[in-house]
């Protein structure tokens, strides 16, 4: 057993607030509070049925207690399953689950809630931004990727043959209800996959969280309660406030983006297969980085410095061995691609990013070996 659950009761719950206007919600953050759910999603969405989503390994151990704590806030629920794994987000699995749905009586006073990680949240996030037009959805994450990126902004989506989160829609939770006792039974790859999102945000908003990630890690990958719960909130409240400035993508919030380009590649290369999402952006941010340096925008050893983090979490940063002509295809259906422009995103310095829209060939010049390490996968 890792560090969360011995020491539940000793680190005090935090809050960030994604202000949004009328659609404003609060993320809660804490230790061993997935029990209280029930009356926090009552008092968010004063739903009186749940639609419950979530996958096998995560229902068999929290299911049951989410269930009871809204059954006790008297919000009937009914449990839908799709499986693991990121080739679940697609089109055939939302027909699937609106059947599922409807036939458990869902209405515009039902709530949707996403039990799991970021490929439940997204799957359920366009599920229930879709069905009768639109239905609340609460955010309750189970992984460390889902907690510090994906469950929160309102981003939702399901992959296509031609790439990743092409179909989707902007649709805000009601509630990002977090528990980071959770992360105790998370597999260890995983937590480094979400680690991912977590330097990612220190490397392109928050140098003073990057330094305190290379002398935290190890009791981040302990998940020590009093390093973990100040982490997770430092990463929501970057993402709250790039969101709150930008809810829809059109300036700021692409910087988020930084490592996806590449990364969401990746893995539509390699068919959604061997390769998590965080993985892949551990993988894109290496890439990106370098390229910051090639193309003079950021300092000299900025990228041995980001991969020296990533390496220590455990993650790759050598992107899998496919031509470049099949990387430019996969770039070529990128959302963020305007006319014959990618906007790319580049690193100034640790700390500190910007957008540049660059032609495909400038991102990756032909020139341009595919760089093999041996390090970091």
């Given at each position: ?362 991102i990756w010049p032909p020139r341009r070996k595919l760089l093999r390490r041996g390090t970091g996968g």
């Amino acid at each position: 057993m890792r560090g969360v659950r011995g020491a539940a009761r000793s680190v005090a719950a935090r809050r960030v607030r994604v202000d949004l206007g009328d659609r404003s919600y609060p993320i809660e953050i804490g230790v061993g509070t997935l029990d209280a759910v029930g009356p926090a999603v009552a008092a968010a969405t004063g739903a009186r049925k749940a639609i419950l989503i979530s996958v096998p390994p995560v229902a068999r151990r929290y299911a049951a207690r989410v269930e009871r704590s809204l059954r006790d806030a008297g919000i009937r629920s009914k449990r839908l399953l799709v499986p693991d794994g990121e080739r679940t987000k697609n089109l055939g699995q939302v027909a699937r689950l609106y059947d599922a749905c409807l036939a458990a009586g869902a209405d515009r006073s039902s709530v949707v809630v996403a039990l799991g990680g970021g490929v439940v949240g997204d799957l359920a996030g366009f599920v229930a931004a879709t069905l009768l037009r639109g239905i609340p959805v609460v955010q309750v994450p189970t992984s460390l990727l889902a907690m510090v990126d994906s469950s929160v902004g309102g981003k939702t989506g399901v992959n296509v043959a031609r790439g990743k989160n092409l179909v989707g829609a902007f649709h805000q939770p009601s509630l990002v209800w977090i528990d980071g006792e959770t992360l105790d039974t998370l597999p260890t790859r995983q937590l480094a996959a979400g680690l991912a999102e977590v330097i990612k945000h220190a490397a392109i908003r928050d140098e003073r969280l990057f330094r305190r990630l290379e002398r935290d890690l190890d009791r981040l990958l302990a998940l020590e309660p009093r390093v973990c719960v100040p982490i997770l909130q430092r990463n929501c409240a970057i993402k709250a406030a790039v969101v709150s400035e930008d809810e829809r993508e059109a300036g700021p919030r692409m910087l988020l983006n930084f490592g996806h380009t590449l990364g969401h590649a990746a893995e539509a290369l390699k068919k959604f297969r061997g390769i998590l999402h965080g993985e892949g952006v551990a993988m894109g941010m290496s890439f990106a980085a370098e390229r910051s340096e090639e193309l003079g925008l950021a300092p000299a050893g900025t990228a041995n410095r980001l991969r020296a983090l990533l390496v220590r979490a455990g993650l790759p940063t050598d992107l899998p061995d496919f031509p470049r002509s099949a990387y430019l295809r996969a770039l070529a259906v990128d959302k963020k691609k305007r006319d014959d422009r990618l906007h790319f995103v580049v690193l100034r310095a640790i700390g500190r990013a910007e957008t540049r829209p660059l032609k495909l060939a400038e991102i990756w010049p032909p020139r341009r070996k595919l760089l093999r390490r041996g390090t970091g996968g």
